[in-house]
């Protein structure tokens, strides 16, 4: 929010912080607070048979049931992705100058989820015998340690948590993207607020031109650009999106909408509906049999 707006916008503020709802943040981003909540390392001891003493390594086996750091990233991101689909819908029945002090809360929330990994040092023997190296590393400042009963497992729990660092990574960067993700929220919204004030004067411009209508609902539309833009087929950086999606409001229409709302097409854009990707994947298939048919017919 800028000077200007701070100015002049104080008591619409705090008024609305006051009368947001009780733990509406936790409401909406319990599946991924129930994961910070229960964070559960498995690990196991693997014996080195190659050596003529005993030796062996800690393994991670998982964390929160996930296996590896991919399968932890995409278990977040979808949780991330169903609280932001509820969290676009409660933007939409709010004030445009309410709109700056909610996403500021959330990402206030957001931090401190972020805060669940913290950094820390572990001391480890370097070339020569008394040499001893510090090793520095992020790791979870709570969890569960599940592993075999061989002694008390919090003489390795450092250990165990150098080897999970990865994971706990994955956490920062899914984090750190939500958080993105909320402050270009907030600059589509601005942008869209000048877009009205200036009387949409750009967008009228591309409506007196040459509009390509889609024989498609807004949710179709959006999630066909969110699935190109996921796909790399289109080339926009994260920063641009907002003229994207500007674009896509000046030059298309739906189905049963000659005047497509750019707060609208954000939503389908960034959380398509399963109604949605219902439809994009039988659309995908009934492609695939064309292009099968096509091919047969260009070999004969």
């Known amino acids: 929010m800028n000077q200007k707006q701070q100015r002049t916008l104080p008591a619409v503020s705090r008024q609305f912080l006051h009368s947001m709802p009780l733990n509406m943040f936790e409401d909406m981003f319990e599946p991924l607070i129930e994961q910070s909540r229960n964070i559960t390392i498995r690990y196991h001891f693997q014996e080195d048979k190659s050596q003529s003493t005993?030796?062996?390594?800690?393994?991670?086996?998982?964390?929160?049931?996930?296996?590896?750091?991919?399968?932890?990233?995409?278990?977040?991101?979808?949780?991330?992705?169903?609280?932001?689909?509820?969290?676009?819908?409660?933007?939409?029945?709010?004030?445009?100058?309410?709109?700056?002090?909610?996403?500021?809360?959330?990402?206030?929330?957001?931090?401190?989820?972020?805060?669940?990994?913290?950094?820390?040092?572990?001391?480890?023997?370097?070339?020569?015998?008394?040499?001893?190296?510090?090793?520095?590393?992020?790791?979870?400042?709570?969890?569960?340690?599940?592993?075999?009963?061989?002694?008390?497992?919090?003489l390795f729990s450092q250990a165990i948590c150098y080897k999970a660092e990865v994971f706990a990574d994955v956490w920062l960067q899914v984090i750190d993207a939500a958080r993105d993700h909320l402050e270009l929220i907030r600059k589509i919204f601005r942008q869209s607020l000048v877009d009205e004030v200036s009387g949409n004067s750009k967008i009228s411009d591309s409506k007196?031109?040459?509009?390509?209508?889609?024989?498609?609902?807004?949710?179709?539309?959006?999630?066909?650009?969110?699935?190109?833009?996921?796909?790399?087929?289109?080339?926009?950086?994260?920063?641009?999106?907002?003229?994207?999606?500007?674009?896509?409001?000046?030059?298309?229409?739906?189905?049963?909408?000659?005047?497509?709302?750019?707060?609208?097409?954000r939503n389908k854009f960034f959380t398509p509906d399963l109604a949605s990707l219902d439809f994009w994947e039988q659309k995908l298939q009934d492609g695939i049999k064309r292009i099968r048919d096509i091919r047969e017919r260009l070999i004969k």
């Open 54 to 154: 005993f030796s062996g390594s800690i393994v991670v086996y998982s964390v929160n049931d996930s296996l590896c750091p991919d399968d932890f990233r995409v278990k977040l991101i979808n949780l991330v992705e169903s609280s932001m689909q509820k969290f676009g819908d409660f933007l939409e029945s709010l004030d445009p100058l309410q709109i700056d002090p909610c996403i500021d809360y959330f990402i206030g929330k957001l931090k401190g989820l972020h805060s669940l990994v913290g950094n820390e040092s572990l001391f480890v023997r370097g070339v020569g015998e008394d040499c001893t190296l510090q090793c520095q590393f992020r790791t979870f400042k709570r969890y569960r340690l599940v592993g075999p009963d061989t002694g008390d497992c919090r």
């Open 208 to 265: 007196s031109q040459f509009s390509l209508k889609f024989n498609m609902s807004v949710s179709h539309v959006g999630c066909m650009f969110h699935l190109l833009y996921k796909s790399e087929l289109i080339d926009v950086p994260d920063r641009c999106i907002p003229s994207l999606i500007e674009w896509m409001t000046g030059n298309f229409q739906s189905k049963n909408k000659e005047n497509i709302s750019s707060s609208s097409l």
